[in-house]
């Protein structure tokens, strides 16, 4: 990939975040056109796409989570890599932890939130159904035990910068909390 090339991929990533982060009542107008983006990504659309071989980019080729750690670690994110490295434990304002599949052509990005032990199966499946309607980048879940969970999935294949890879993880960061806050309406979350 082409610096001129980088930079137009992180300049769409920089304006996904800005847009992201002032979206009108939550995420729920992500759908809508907002200028620039579709700019942006048509940009980096016409270019060749990126094949890994850079070191400023991460694909299935070259993946692991220990480089994952040193791109999260140069972010200055607080991190940590597992004793049995199965997965990286972040700690910013929300604690996550991040995996890759085994095919290595996914990062994916979790969070959990405790629920009331009171709280009814219902309500709480309420409140993963108005987070997913209202946020379109992350996905809720309910756990086996009933708790709440987050996840993000970011696709290697054919490469991504680092520094998309860091973006897109504070992006996660910061909503999963703001989507707790504005959808949380009968208070059943921890």
């Known amino acids: 990939m ?53 070191t400023d980019f991460v694909s299935p080729d070259n993946v692991s989570l220990e480089l994952i750690r040193d791109v999260f670690d140069a972010a200055m994110m607080e991190v940590s890599l597992d004793e049995e490295k199965r997965f990286i434990r ?24 405790g629920v009331k032990e009171e709280a009814q199966r219902i309500d709480r499946l309420e409140l993963v159904n108005r987070i997913n309607e209202q946020y379109v980048l992350i996905r809720a879940g309910i756990d086996d035990d009933g708790d709440l969970w987050f996840d993000y999935c970011l696709v290697l294949k054919g490469g991504v910068s680092k520094k998309h890879i860091v973006q897109a993880t504070r992006v996660f960061l910061m909503l999963v909390p703001k989507a707790v806050s504005e959808c949380d309406e009968d208070g059943i979350v921890d």
């Open 2 to 54: 082409t610096p001129e090339q980088t930079q137009k991929l992180d300049a769409f990533t920089a304006a996904l975040t800005d847009v992201v982060t002032h979206l009108p009542g939550g995420a729920g107008g992500a759908t809508e056109f907002v200028p620039g983006v579709t700019t942006a990504l048509q940009a980096v659309l016409e270019g060749d796409q990126p094949r890994g071989s850079s």
């Open 90 to 113: 972040i700690k910013e304002d929300v604690v996550a932890r991040c995996t890759l599949s085994e095919s290595k052509e996914r990062v994916q990005l979790i969070a959990y939130y």
